[in-house]
């Protein structure tokens, strides 16, 4: 089985192939192998980058963080910070070209990583520009009782018409 450290080498074997070396491309090597050697080479790279993304995020332990954002007209998202029990996991800040694909539907891969099973306390902070062109910076919260099952959470932006404000929710999707 392999393991993340094997990933040197075999990036390096790659670059090698690829970049053309001419140890790789004497006579004696015909180019036909040379083409073999290439793709096999590029599925074992795919399948050593599987194998470590398992490694790395087990399914029983998984939590995914995504954030949506509608309309938009009450809030102009400038930041979000992550925190999963009081830890600060994950900050992003927004190009416009971002906030565009927000406001088409786009949903962001924000936070990937490993929780144990227990009870969680995920807490986003969003700043940006509310309503009257005025700094602003709310938080919102979920309880996460992570089970065995991987988890997916989306933070979600919204704007409440009757409020004339942004409103700001955490929420869990149903598991599969």
Known sequence: MFSPRHLGPILALISLIFAG??????????????????????????????????????????????????????????????????????????????KKALFRGGIQPLFKGNLKSGEHTITAFFTGIGPE???????????????????????RISDSGGKQQPEFTVVQWPAP
Request: charged residues 30%; without cysteine; proline residues 4%.
């Open 133 to 155: 062109q005025r700094p602003y910076k709310r938080a919102a919260t979920l309880e996460l009782a992570k089970t065995d099952e991987p988890a997916v959470i989306e933070l």
């Open 21 to 98: 070396g001419t140890a790789a491309q004497s006579e004696d090597f015909p180019e036909g192998d040379l083409e073999s050697l290439k793709r096999e080479v590029l599925k074992l790279n795919r399948d050593l980058l599987v194998l470590e993304e398992d490694l790395i995020f087990p399914a029983q332990s998984q939590v995914a963080v995504y954030l949506s954002m509608d309309v938009g007209h009450f809030f102009d998202l400038d930041s979000v910070k992550l925190h999963i029990d009081n830890k600060l996991v994950e900050t992003h800040l927004y190009t416009d070209h971002q």
